[in-house]
């Protein structure tokens, strides 16, 4: 039995199917801000998301015959920006195993208390473009775009403990840089 639920058609993709011209604007206008963000979020520079996310239009138009509703569109999108976005960090020799295994995961949450994390969002904002490339991507990709942490590792092709640590590591110094800023105030 087949549980996979479709998810209702997009007129407007529908109609890029068909090579209606003011479709593709349609759906460019609707999705190109919402998928900057999230390339953004991973690369941290304007200029390089831009050319992900328009890299990630055109394969996403090129391809529109094997997208089969499964997901949004916007989710199929996503995952074609995060992807594109991800290669790119991979093409500059990003170093994702950094961290040592043996010190336990356990220790490290112990010392994070969620309720620290209730700061104004633009202070997070800012605290999260401190951290360092690998942790902010990471941070990212779990919070902002909610990935699974399994999916996070299959992405970066680390392992869900690898991911696991430097989550944990990217939130306690997310708070770090927080409760520096506040006492500097």
Known sequence: MNQ????ARDEQVELCRKGDKNAY?????????PMLNSS???????ADAEDMVQEAFI??????????????????LRRIVINKSISLLRKRK???????LSKSIADETAKVNEEDFEFDVFRVKAAIKEL????????NLFVIDELKQEEIAALLNISHNNVRTIFHRAKKKVLDILNANSNEQ
Do not use: C, G, Q
């Open 25 to 33: 604007f349609e759906v460019y206008e609707r999705y190109a801000k």
């Open 4 to 7: 996979t639920l479709e998810i």
């Open 40 to 46: 953004m979020r991973i690369l941290n520079n304007i």
């Open 94 to 100: 990003i170093s994702w195993a950094d961290i040592d």
């Open 132 to 139: 360092p490339e690998n942790y902010r991507v990471i941070f």
């Open 59 to 76: 394969d996403a138009f090129n391809n529109l015959e094997s997208f089969t509703y499964k997901s949004s569109f916007e989710a199929w």
